[in-house]
């Protein structure tokens, strides 16, 4: 069982910067790829960034590619989300998911969620 806290979200104007991080305990993290997807209202929830268990491989949306960084730290078991140039199409619900070993871009395929938290940009 993998248990997932996030925190960093709040409320930013556009053009501004968060850090998203996603805590991990219980089944060994590393061994875990680890995702970040949002959902706005109203609309389907869609991935925004995944880290293999490696941390060698990152893979990004096109709406966010070339703003938003995806990293590990494996001692701390945490994985962040750098979010810069934030536009207000950014505003949504973002969770943290985690699966063994490979990562993905297809929500069905990851196992634990985190109850996700609030990011708001302002135009």
């Known amino acids: 069982q993998v248990q997932l806290v996030e925190s960093g979200g709040g409320l930013v104007q556009a053009g501004g910067s968060l850090r998203l991080t996603c805590a991990t305990s219980?089944?060994?993290?590393?061994?875990?790829?680890m995702g970040w997807f949002r959902q706005a209202p109203g609309k389907e929830r869609e991935f925004v960034a995944f880290?293999?268990?490696?941390?060698?491989?990152?893979n990004y949306a096109d709406s966010v590619k070339g703003r938003f960084t995806i990293s590990r730290d494996n001692a701390k078991s945490t994985v962040d989300l750098q979010m810069n140039s934030l536009k207000p199409e950014d505003s949504a619900v973002y969770y943290c998911?985690?699966?063994?070993?490979?990562?993905?871009?297809?929500?069905?395929?990851?196992?634990?969620w985190g109850q996700g938290t609030q990011v708001t940009v302002s135009s």
């Open positions: 998911a985690a699966k063994p070993y490979e990562a993905g871009t297809r929500e069905s395929e990851y196992i634990y």
């Open positions: 219980g089944r060994s993290f590393k061994y875990n790829a």
């Open positions: 880290i293999d268990w490696i941390g060698s491989n990152t």
